[in-house]
């Protein structure tokens, strides 16, 4: 569906104060003296306000919807992460997408996809601190960790107790390690990467998640019995 046909399908009410938005910003404070990029960015959260695009957009729906390139999609979309989120937002987008890793090379990488290019600025803000550096060669959208550095980004969403909880229940359940969280951790994300290579496509994003959620979550009694099966 166009730009166009989904503004068509929203309220009108709710189309005219996007409209009154847009026309009070270029007026002011003299026709036309916004620049074009600035002005691009603002009609760009406008539609987003409005829904017709996404908070969260895919790079290649902008790219389609919008018809522009590639860099001009994640331009625009970086531009409106940066006025609009907090870090709030940022930690609880990222702690979203930790739990949808992407298992490569025989699980000596970790692949996280992320359309949002200023939260990959993020994270690697976040990783320089805790002395990891990222992986971009693949493609601008899927950042690849080693296994430490993953880990490493994951705990810092865990409390100290829930992290010794995480481990005591791993340890009892039979994961291997040195007994750290990622020692036991590092066990139990090799069992999982097996088990996804293993599954259909289809069914790899939910059993990762249904895995990780409730770890990252701090709700390990969740998924006791699943992961029990999976280490045995």
């Known amino acids: 569906m166009s730009v166009i046909d989904k503004i068509d ?3 009108s009410d709710d189309v005219k104060v996007t409209f009154l938005n847009i026309m009070n910003k270029y007026l002011n404070p ?20 409005l829904g017709v695009i996404e908070t969260n957009p895919n790079i290649y729906n902008l790219v389609s919807e919008l018809k522009v390139t590639r860099s001009k999609a994640r331009s625009l979309l970086y531009e409106a992460k940066l006025r609009i989120s907090s870090e709030n937002d940022l930690n609880e987008e990222l ?3 930790l739990q949808n890793p992407v298992f490569l090379k025989d699980n000596d990488k970790i692949g996280i996809e992320i359309d949002n290019p200023y939260l990959i600025d993020f994270l690697r803000f976040k990783l320089k601190n805790l002395n990891y550096i990222t992986d971009g060669s693949f493609s601008p959208e899927l950042v690849k960790l080693s296994v430490d ?8 969403y865990l409390s100290d107790s829930d992290k010794s909880k995480v481990v005591d229940s791993l340890v009892k359940l039979g994961a291997k390690g040195d ?23 289809g069914e790899v994003a939910e059993s990762v998640s249904d895995y990780l959620g409730p770890l990252l ?14 280490l045995d």
């Open 9 to 11: 399908k929203k309220n």
């Open 30 to 49: 003299a026709f036309g003296s916004m620049s074009k990029r600035d002005f691009d960015i603002f009609l760009f959260m406008e539609l987003q306000k």
């Open 95 to 97: 702690k979203n997408l």
């Open 149 to 156: 550095a993953y880990l490493s980004v994951f705990e810092t």
């Open 179 to 201: 007994n750290s969280f990622k020692g036991v951790m590092k066990a139990a994300l090799k069992k999982l990467g097996t088990k996804v290579a293993d599954n259909a496509g």
């Open 217 to 230: 979550n701090g709700g390990i009694d969740e998924v006791k019995d699943k992961i029990k099966t999976l």
